[in-house]
């Protein structure tokens, strides 16, 4: 059953792997390996990271007349967590992932950090796979498509941050935890307002952290 799935993505992906348990691994969560054995896809995503950001580097430098520093914010807008999850899920990745029983009962296949990890993850299979100028037609077919919906992810925290300035209140943001191996990092940031914790969240780097605790804080007090 699994081996139709695999060619379900394949055909999406447009590429034939001829080593099949490399797009596997690509799919495979941690939980599932210490479950079930195997390889997880975390050195695939470590590849894929540099994959990817090398290709958004190519194709903002070929499509924009940008200078150094505008391509730096582009790229970084269109490479974080909430942009690679909207790749993920417009590829239906979710649909594919090997997860742990405990993963999968707790909504794991929806979580953005699984899906971007993942989505990393089959970038570097592809990689090896077929090699850069094969994932660069690849990158123009699953991610430019979406690059419009990507940039407009809005900035929570200048949104909570012009909302605490029109009320003259204080805004403070604290990284209070890391989890994960070096290469695979989970922050932890929360947002206080006048002292006061309004919102926590988890990023693979600290921004994106400090963004969802921005977002938390904004959905409860119902300005979006």
């Known amino acids: ?18 080593n099949k348990d490399l797009i596997k691994e690509a799919l495979t969560h941690s939980s599932y390996a210490n479950e079930n054995g195997g390889e997880c ?43 690679l999850d909207i790749y993920a899920k417009h590829l239906s990745l979710q649909d594919y992932l090997l997860l742990g029983n405990g993963e ?6 929806g979580r953005p950090a699984i899906l971007a990890d993942a989505f990393e993850a089959v970038l570097g299979a592809c990689f090896l796979e077929a090699g850069f100028d094969r994932v660069y037609e690849i990158f123009n077919h699953i991610v430019v498509p979406y690059l419009e919906e990507v940039e407009s992810i809005k900035d929570y925290k200048s949104v909570f941050q012009e909302l605490v300035q029109a009320d003259k209140r204080t ?16 922050f ?6 006048d002292g006061m914790i309004m919102g926590r969240g988890f990023g693979r780097t600290k921004k994106d952290a400090e963004q969802e605790a921005a977002k938390q804080a904004l959905d409860k007090v119902a300005i979006k």
């Open 1 to 18: 059953m699994y081996v139709k799935k695999i060619k379900e993505l394949e055909d999406i992906l447009g590429i034939s792997f001829t």
């Open 41 to 83: 896809n975390e050195r695939l995503e470590f590849l894929g990271d540099a994959v990817l950001e090398l290709s958004m580097s190519k194709y903002l430098y070929t499509n924009y007349s940008l200078d150094e520093g505008a391509m730096t914010k582009k790229r970084a807008q269109c490479v974080r967590e909430e942009a």
């Open 104 to 109: 999968e009962q707790s909504s794991g296949r």
């Open 171 to 186: 805004l403070e943001y604290q990284i209070v935890g890391k989890s994960g191996p070096s290469h695979n990092t989970t």
């Open 188 to 193: 932890e940031a929360i947002v206080k307002m």
